[in-house]
């Protein structure tokens, strides 16, 4: 068998990257053996493979729904973020230079696309079916010419089409049929239908209508998903920052790649633990405070004023894309003051990869920022250099008696001068800093670290010997198979996954303009 479905959507968020999971969790269980694959991802999240690629996370986390390792074949062009204008283009997994949109879409990008392909063959040839993930909305016409992601693919390969419509944020059918009117007579040949997202009441209601769209366009609806609170994986979010960083009351919050955004369960001990994620410019993989969210007793929320770090037992400073620019962004909110009086006080303070780089003494950077000479917060006694070459790893260690593995994603080169050893940073006092992402994810570590977290900040809270992160995960990835399973019309799916979009699909004026 040689299958394959290209998921794309009416927007971005729509809900691409969670059914793209949910698909795949869903035929997995079927004993297919089966793999995702993005063309071109934007993300500020990204993982390390195996064989030391960088990936979006996205890829990672639906490669965990599939059962099987993510490999760079999975995401071969990656676009990391450094501002408005201008992104670090990682080409299978390794970064390859810095472009800025202008030309990156004139005419570079779609060179790219033979690449695409050819990565996109190899994984057919492998597994039995392949879940392609689109990007933005196919109907971007003024990017049509150098796409590489969305039709462009579905067409190379020959892959039909579902558009995923996110209902919660209204005007789904106009979005379908825009979407549909405006792709060109060849593109529209491989539109095979929609599936609704994040669909509240009573479906009856909503029927009428995609019974309308199906005489408009010609095409089915294969499905309608329930909102469902907690539903999420790790996502894209290129220049944006989490949609909850600002919220103003103690509560558990994440971000959307959350393991779950549900009300705070019971602490364990008599005391809660608060923890403030300082919500820097360019945060990059802020997934690192999942593990955290997920404790029992542990609130979470990201924060822009000094006053919000006040009744934290916690600060987390995480990574950036732009560590210089970060530094600045927490003098000038009077953010990097209030670290400094919680160091004096021996308040905890955690900071990760470019949130260790910051609590340094100084960094040089002429790669990154081209800054040159920077002094830093001066909380760790640990000085930085900006290298070309990035960092790539998946290092594994020890720290507070507890196993540790993580990933690392750096150009910074760590020259740690005194301090109690942490993983690859050090501990000055009750200030951490590692440049290890995912370390948090090791649950002996994390409990240890809490319980130290805990102690220096005079807090009764117990961390719950029984949380699993990795069991939440694959918790939550069966939930979203769930949902495939339940909700779509799986045998017209697996029709259209096996076979390819339906013959004689009518073309929907006015099309794509020329």
């Known amino acids: 068998m040689n299958g394959g479905l290209l998921v794309a959507g009416t927007t971005s968020d ?20 089966v793999a995702p694959f993005k063309a071109q991802n934007m993300s500020l999240n990204s993982f390390v493979t195996r064989e030391g690629a960088e990936i979006g996370r996205a890829q990672a986390m639906q490669a965990q729904a599939c059962r099987i390792e993510p490999t760079a074949l999975m995401n071969p062009v990656l676009l990391k973020p450094g501002g408005e204008q201008s992104s670090q283009v990682v080409l299978l997994g390794r970064p390859v230079g810095e472009l ?4 990156y879409h004139g005419g570079r990008q779609h060179r790219l696309l033979g690449t695409v392909l050819d990565c996109l063959a190899e994984l057919r040839g492998t597994y039995d079916v392949v879940i392609c993930e689109g990007a933005g909305s196919p109907a971007e016409i003024n990017l049509r010419r150098t796409d590489i992601v969305n039709m462009a693919v579905a067409r190379g390969a020959r892959l039909p089409v579902l558009i995923v419509g996110d209902i919660d944020r209204g005007g789904v059918f106009a979005s379908f049929f825009g979407t549909l009117a405006l792709l060109s007579r060849e593109d529209q ?21 995609l019974g309308m ?3 408009l366009t010609g095409r089915r609806t294969f499905g309608v998903l ?6 999420g994986i790790d996502e894209e979010d290129g220049l944006g920052v989490p949609p909850l960083e600002r919220s103003r009351e103690w509560g558990r919050v994440s971000p959307r790649g959350a393991v779950r955004e549900s009300a705070v369960a019971p602490p364990v001990g008599e005391e809660i633990l608060r923890v403030a994620v300082c ?6 993989n802020f997934t690192d405070v999942d593990a955290l969210a997920a404790e029992p007793g542990v609130v979470v929320r990201f924060v822009d004023r000094p006053e919000e770090l006040s009744d934290a037992d916690l600060v987390v400073v995480p990574g950036t894309r732009g560590t ?3 530094l600045r962004w927490l003098r000038e909110r009077g953010l990097a003051e209030a670290l400094e009086r919680r160091a004096r006080e021996g308040r905890p303070v955690l900071g990760i990869c470019g949130g260790f780089q910051v609590l340094g003494e100084h960094i040089e950077d002429e790669v990154e920022s081209r800054a040159g000479h920077v002094d830093g917060l001066g909380l760790l006694p640990v000085r930085v250099r900006f290298a070309r070459e990035k960092t790539l790893a998946r290092p594994e260690g020890e720290a507070l008696g507890e196993r540790v593995e993580g990933y690392e994603i750096h150009h910074g080169v760590a020259e740690v001068t005194g301090g109690e050893p942490f993983l690859d940073g050090c501990r000055s006092g009750a200030v951490w800093g590692t440049h290890w992402h995912g370390s948090l994810e090791s649950d002996g570590f994390r409990r240890a670290f809490l319980r130290e977290v805990a102690a220096a900040a005079g807090r009764r809270f117990v ?3 029984d949380t699993s992160f990795a069991a939440l995960r694959e918790e939550q990835l069966d939930r979203l198979g769930d949902l495939i399973e339940q909700h779509t019309d799986t045998d017209a799916l697996w029709r259209l996954i096996e076979s390819g979009a339906p013959r004689g699909l009518p073309f929907i004026p006015p099309g794509a303009p020329a």
């Open 213 to 215: 769209l199906h005489g």
């Open 100 to 103: 800025s949109a202008r030309g």
């Open 189 to 209: 040949e491989l539109v095979a239908g929609f599936l609704v997202n994040k669909f509240r009441g009573d479906v009856s209601l909503l029927e009428p209508g």
């Open 226 to 231: 329930p909102f469902r609170h907690g539903l």
């Open 324 to 326: 210089v620019r970060a």
């Open 14 to 33: 729509a809900g691409k990257s969670v059914v793209t999971a949910g698909i795949c969790r869903w035929l997995v269980r079927q004993g297919v053996k």
């Open 279 to 284: 919500a820097v410019p360019l945060m990059s």
């Open 463 to 465: 961390p719950a010997a």
